[in-house]
């Protein structure tokens, strides 16, 4: 199993940005092939892992056990970072960043790794705030994902009360306007509806996850209970905890063994 940095120019960022990539190295297929196709079988199921406000993409390497849950399950995770921008296109600024996590950065490392293409091979999770950015884009580019996971998700985007000011100045600087926000596709509930009504649209399956000591967990439930009205295919769990990484460590393993992958020997 490798851990790797890598840096590359982003065209929806406009600059050198930085990923970190699990990789079971001992079982790649490193043979200098040029061409990975949709019925090669020496490529890895990929999770797209995303992290909270205020972190970046090592969070999820230095704080939980990831890599070795990874590795046991023969799984490849990208881990990009959002910088605060809640995984959402800011064209103000130039930083499409859900353009960059729904298609940029899925089309890239396929090139650079060998990763599957397929949908159902492809996989996107988060917490807190990266748990809003893969409900959000797994919904919004549910061609790519197979599956969506999102774990404390920051889902009361539009409250803006009992929040630090730091975390009031992202929300408005990502969402802008509530009123207008919640009418757009940075809702998933409005993705949700638009999913429903196109005739080729077609769920991924989702799974969620929320601590009962954490101050989320009422948008959690309530989103919940927006899915299942809808029938999407939902995995919902509560157990102990607050927004911790303890919860988190516990609970991205719940993930894992929810999705389709090898189980761990």
Same mark, same amino acid.
């Given at each position: 199993?490798?851990?790797?940095?890598? *840096?590359?120019?982003?065209?929806?960022?406009?600059?050198?940005?930085?990923?970190?990539?699990?990789?079971?190295?001992?079982?790649?297929?490193?043979?200098?092939?040029?061409?990975?196709?949709?019925?090669? *079988?020496?490529?890895?199921?990929?999770?797209?892992?995303?992290?909270?406000?205020?972190?970046?993409?090592?969070?999820?390497?230095?704080?939980?056990?990831?890599?070795?849950? $990874?590795?046991?399950? !023969?799984?490849?995770?990208?881990?990009?970072?959002?910088? !605060?921008?809640?995984?959402?296109?800011?064209?103000?600024? @130039?930083?499409?960043?859900?353009?960059?996590?729904?298609?940029?950065?899925? *089309?890239?490392?396929?090139?650079?790794?060998?990763?599957?293409?397929?949908?159902?091979?492809?996989?996107?999770? @988060?917490?807190?705030?990266?748990?809003? @950015?893969?409900?959000?884009?797994?919904?919004?580019?549910?061609?790519?994902?197979?599956?969506?996971?999102?774990?404390?998700?920051?889902?009361?985007?539009?409250?803006?009360?009992?929040?630090?000011?730091?975390?009031?100045?992202?929300?408005?600087? $990502?969402?802008?306007?509530?009123?207008?926000?919640?009418?757009?596709?940075?809702?998933?509930?409005?993705?949700?509806? *638009?999913?429903?009504?196109?005739?080729?649209?077609?769920?991924?399956?989702?799974?969620?996850?929320?601590?009962?000591?954490? !101050?989320?967990?009422?948008?959690?439930?309530?989103?919940?209970?927006?899915?299942?009205?809808? !029938?999407?295919?939902?995995?919902?769990?509560?157990?102990? @905890?607050?927004?911790?990484?303890?919860?988190?460590?516990?609970?991205?393993?719940?993930?894992?063994?929810?999705?389709?992958?090898?189980?761990?020997?």
């Amino acid at each position: 199993m490798a851990l790797l940095e890598v *840096n590359f120019m982003s065209r929806s960022l406009m600059r050198k940005v930085p990923i970190m990539v699990v990789l079971p190295m001992d079982k790649a297929n490193l043979s200098g092939k040029s061409e990975i196709t949709d019925n090669d *079988n020496n490529t890895f199921k990929t999770l797209y892992l995303l992290h909270g406000i205020f972190g970046n993409y090592s969070d999820w390497v230095s704080e939980t056990r990831i890599q070795r849950l $990874a590795e046991g399950r !023969n799984l490849a995770v990208v881990m990009p970072s959002g910088e !605060n921008s809640f995984y959402l296109d800011q064209p103000e600024s @130039g930083n499409f960043y859900g353009e960059f996590i729904g298609r940029e950065l899925v *089309n890239i490392t396929r090139k650079m790794f060998p990763l599957s293409r397929k949908k159902e091979d492809t996989f996107i999770a @988060g917490l807190s705030m990266g748990g809003y @950015g893969a409900i959000r884009n797994g919904l919004k580019y549910h061609e790519t994902f197979g599956c969506v996971a999102g774990l404390s998700s920051a889902l009361n985007f539009e409250q803006m009360l009992d929040e630090s000011y730091q975390v009031i100045a992202c929300k408005k600087s $990502a969402f802008g306007d509530p009123k207008e926000a919640i009418l757009s596709d940075k809702n998933p509930k409005v993705l949700v509806k *638009n999913i429903k009504e196109n005739p080729l649209g077609q769920f991924p399956k989702m799974y969620m996850a929320c601590g009962t000591e954490d !101050n989320l967990i009422n948008s959690n439930r309530d989103f919940r209970d927006f899915l299942i009205e809808n !029938n999407v295919d939902l995995t919902y769990e509560e157990g102990p @905890g607050a927004h911790t990484w303890e919860f988190w460590d516990t609970y991205i393993e719940k993930v894992l063994d929810w999705l389709p992958l090898k189980k761990p020997s």
